[in-house]
């Protein structure tokens, strides 16, 4: 079974920069696409960004433009870039991919 670990959370002030890594072990062979969640509270969790097995990536509206996922399959490890951050990106994040259950997520929270 995959697992996925992730880390790189914390507390920034508005305007700041994190970095999130999410690392897989296991049987990654089968870890195609994968993206970031967050769940701010009292909120659905929802998806941030997407990034497939080519390459291609997708965000959210909100985050365009000041949020950039990558992945090095060498490393079995996806991040998420977030500069320019805004108290409205405060969440718990979490990574999936197509087959590995939900993480424990990691906590981000921006400071206005």
């Known amino acids: 079974q995959v697992r996925t670990v992730e880390s790189g959370g914390g507390l920034v002030q508005a305007g700041g920069s994190l970095r999130l890594s999410c690392v897989g072990s296991?049987?990654?062979?089968?870890?195609?696409?994968m993206g970031w969640f967050r769940q701010a509270p009292g909120k659905e969790r929802e998806l941030v960004a997407t990034?497939?097995?080519?390459?291609?990536?997708y965000y959210i509206d909100s985050v365009k433009g000041r949020f950039t996922i990558s992945r090095d399959n060498a490393k079995n490890t996806m991040y998420l870039q977030m500069n320019s951050l805004k108290p409205e990106d405060t969440a718990v994040y979490y990574c999936k991919t197509d087959c590995s259950p939900w993480g424990q997520g990691t906590q981000v929270t921006v400071s206005s």
């Open positions: 296991g049987d990654t062979s089968c870890m195609s696409a």
């Open positions: 990034i497939n097995s080519g390459g291609s990536t």
